[in-house]
């Protein structure tokens, strides 16, 4: 599929349910922004307090070691703002408090573009990207109009255009050449997340594990949206 050229934004907010699905949703898109001089911005929903499959876990020491874990890699990927949600991992819902969170974020950071999930993404199993997918597209109605959420404070606005990743029918196609290592550096600071996401094995050949995940993520060679422009 051929790319689409697509003029960087002066700001951008990418919003994601976990901590790392931003970056395997639009990492090399946001790092070739963040060159072409983008304010990046990325909202994490939930506070991963699921991503592990040690039923031994120490739940809390995990929220933190995520929260760490997302700001390296905002660094690495675009020297990125993240704005942490904090619900429940797994028991995300796109209700009324996570449309006005989503709205205020909108209202504070006044990103032209917004990235999110495609929530009308078809067959997708994990509740927390369908309901972080309707928040996002719900928030952008309420952040554009003065009269949701009275008394929430900030000045209402109205972005320019919404990109939806792991998007069901894409429309647009994002070159991903020059900035691809940083998409991959930027996963692998989601060190939690090695074994249960990426599939490298920390007791086993580590560097044959994060060959082969590289591998993955470069073979792709684009990254692909459903480009809404009519918001
Ligand atoms: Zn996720």
């Known amino acids: 599929m ?18 790392d699905d931003v970056e395997f949703g639009a990492g090399a898109t946001l790092a070739g922004w963040a060159d072409a001089g983008t304010e990046i911005h ?3 929903l939930t506070d991963g307090s699921k991503g592990t499959w040690n039923p031994d876990e120490d739940v809390p020491a995990l929220v933190a070691r995520r929260r760490n874990e997302a700001r390296a890699a905002a660094a690495t990927l675009a020297h990125a703002t ?7 991992d797994g028991e995300l819902i796109s209700d009324i408090a996570t449309q ?27 509740p927390d990207h369908r309901h972080a997918g309707w928040s996002t597209v719900d928030g952008i109605v309420a952040a554009r109009d003065p009269h949701f959420f009275p ?28 900035t691809i290592d940083r998409k991959v550096e930027a996963l692998l600071c989601h060190r939690s997340q090695w074994r249960s996401t990426m599939h490298i094995d920390a007791d086993g050949d580590v560097e044959a594990g994060v060959a082969r995940f590289r591998h993955r993520i470069i073979e792709r060679g684009d990254e692909a949206f459903r480009l809404i422009a009519d918001l």
Do not use: M, Q
Request: hydrophobic content about 40%; proline content about 10%; some cysteine.
């Open 2 to 19: 051929s790319t689409t050229p697509f003029e960087p934004p002066r700001r951008a907010l990418a919003i994601g349910a976990h901590p």
């Open 42 to 44: 990325l909202l994490v």
């Open 82 to 88: 993240v704005h942490f949600g904090g619900f429940v």
């Open 100 to 126: 006005r969170l989503v709205c205020w974020t909108i209202r504070e950071v006044r990103p032209d573009v917004v990235l999110g999930h495609d929530p009308w993404k078809r067959y997708r199993l994990h």
């Open 151 to 178: 008394g929430l404070g900030g000045v209402h606005h109205r972005p320019e255009r919404l990109l939806l990743f792991e998007a069901d029918e894409p429309n647009l196609w994002i070159d991903t050449g020059a």
